[in-house]
């Protein structure tokens, strides 16, 4: 009875057992679901919350791009509307010259017709003498002549010889006026067209800033630039003068840069010109290389065609060097084509003959040596090509055909008509000998001519020449141009000391 007691016991604490152990497991999996539950709910409201700030984030980048598009289009529009207005400013001056081309006009025929009317009115009073005298004027001279020489041949002499003193003195005067009207017509329309450039300014007030304070913007530009900036009456637009033709279109780009910027002050000048002097180096290489693409060349080392390209701004006797080489070379294909010679050593000895006027001028040598050893020293192998070179001015032997036919193919085009002025050459000689002159001189680091040859300003080295010594070097500058040189007038000798400090704040 005891052990089937037992056994019952046992088998009822089996049983509570495997109740509480199956409740227990019951609980665990409804934790792990809740657990499960609160994960997956946490994730969704996470991945909502990321979805929103995704979305607001897309809304400012949306919102920023549509007001910097905004902004880029009012600026656009800003643009047009100053390029229309310079377009109508265009418009407006061609209309002005028109209007005064046709005043000219008209002035011109009213007085081509009150000369006609002269010399009809002056045709009829000689046919009225002549009816009135009945007899022709000749006729009438030999009789006065005659008359004259039988009563007083001695008082006619006399009065021949004061006329004839008369008449000399007053023709010199009469050609010397002449001349002078000639000379100052002439050179002050072509000094304006060769060695000046005109900058226009968005308006007037523009002059006083590029004037500065004391002249201070204006005198740090002309040395920064070495050019002579002329402030006058002429409405908004300045003139860039000088000699040199490559300072000159530096000058032009660097002062239009500084009026459309609108910072005008000597760093920001400084600044500008060194830009522009870069660029003006890429324009002259890309002229080579368009020069030599019109001559119909290829084959060219860049080398050769960048120094090409400085003859953009090179001129002989006033004429453009580069367009000139152009000219040469098609002239020379041409001639070498009608008499069967080598047309492409002909058409590269034109194209190459000057490129020595492109080099520096204190090198040793004519142009046409210069140039013939700096294309043997870039690439150009062709011996009768070289000759052609270094033998156009006949400093030596022409040892082919095609070295004549350069030649005569320089001649051509430097002595058509209106290709070349003798005047000008003979101005930038001077010019260029005065600026020689004063780099002579130890201690000068730079020297520009300016005001068409009138003032000469030296920068000198303040190292090497201190303040006493600095007014020692003008005298004896002065001394050498009086000495050396022929000029009119007076020339003004300035020497510019000048030292800096820089350092940089970190």
């Known amino acids: 009875m005891e052990i089937v007691i037992g056994i019952i016991t046992l088998l009822i604490g089996a049983a509570v057992g495997f109740m509480v152990n199956r ?22 409201e996470q991945a909502r919350l990321i979805e929103i700030q995704a979305r607001d984030d897309a809304l400012g980048l949306t919102r920023e791009t549509e007001k910097e598009i905004t902004q880029r289009r009012k600026e656009i529009n800003q643009d047009e509307n100053r390029i229309q207005n310079r377009r109508d400013e265009q418009d407006k001056r061609a209309e002005r010259l028109e209007q005064r081309e046709q005043t000219v006009n008209n002035r011109q025929s009213a007085v081509d017709r009150r000369a006609n009317d ?7 009073q000689m046919k009225k003498l002549q009816e009135i ?7 009438a001279k030999e009789i006065i002549l005659a008359e004259v020489e039988k009563d007083a041949r001695g008082d006619m002499a006399r009065i021949v010889r004061q006329i004839e003193a008369e008449a000399k003195a007053d023709g010199e005067k009469r050609a010397r006026k002449l001349i002078a009207d000639a000379i100052q017509r002439v050179a002050s329309e072509h000094v304006s067209e060769v060695t000046s450039k005109l900058v226009p300014l968005p308006n007037d007030d523009m002059k006083g800033r590029i004037v500065g304070r004391n002249g201070r913007n204006i005198k740090a530009f002309e040395k920064a630039a070495g050019v002579d900036v002329i402030v006058d009456d002429t409405p908004e637009a300045v003139t860039i003068s000088c000699f040199d033709s490559v300072r000159r279109e530096i000058g032009r780009r660097a002062m239009t840069r500084l009026t459309l910027d609108g910072r005008i002050h000597p760093a920001h000048i400084e600044k500008i010109v060194k830009q522009e002097t870069k660029a003006v180096d890429k324009v002259m290489a890309e002229a080579g ?19 090409m390209g400085r003859l953009k701004f090179r001129t002989s006797y006033g004429q453009n060097q580069l367009a000139h080489a152009v ?5 020379a294909s041409i001639i070498a084509a009608e008499l069967g010679a080598d047309i492409e050593v002909a058409k590269l000895g034109g194209f190459l003959h000057d490129i020595g006027k492109a080099m520096d001028h204190n090198q040793e040598g004519t142009h046409a040596k210069l140039g013939a050893e700096f294309c043997r020293r870039y690439g150009v192998k062709n011996e009768k090509v070289l000759n052609a070179i270094s033998s156009h001015h006949h400093e030596e032997d022409q040892a082919s055909v095609e070295a004549v036919i350069t030649e005569a193919a320089d001649a ?4 058509r008509p209106g290709a070349r002025r003798e005047d000008l050459e003979a101005y930038i000689k001077r010019i260029r000998a005065l600026e020689d002159l004063a780099k002579s001189f130890k201690g000068v680091e730079q020297a520009y001519a300016i005001q068409a040859g009138r003032e000469v300003r030296i920068i000198v080295r303040p190292d090497d020449i201190d303040d ?6 003008a005298r004896d500058i002065a001394g050498q141009i009086e000495e050396n040189m022929q000029y009119p007038g007076q020339i003004k000798v300035i020497v510019i000391r000048e030292t800096r400090a ?3 704040a970190k």
């Open 23 to 44: 409740y227990l497991n019951e609980q665990e999996q409804i934790k792990q679901k809740i657990t499960a539950e609160d994960i997956v709910k946490g994730a969704t």
């Open 118 to 124: 002269v010399d009809k009115q002056h045709e009829v």
């Open 133 to 139: 005298s009945q007899m022709t004027t000749d006729e």
């Open 289 to 307: 290389e368009q020069a030599a693409y019109d001559a119909g060349i290829s084959g060219l080392k860049p080398e050769i065609l960048r120094m």
């Open 327 to 331: 000219e040469a070379s098609k002239l």
């Open 412 to 415: 051509i085009s430097g002595a």
């Open 468 to 473: 006493f010594t600095a007014g020692k070097l």
């Open 502 to 504: 820089i350092d940089y």
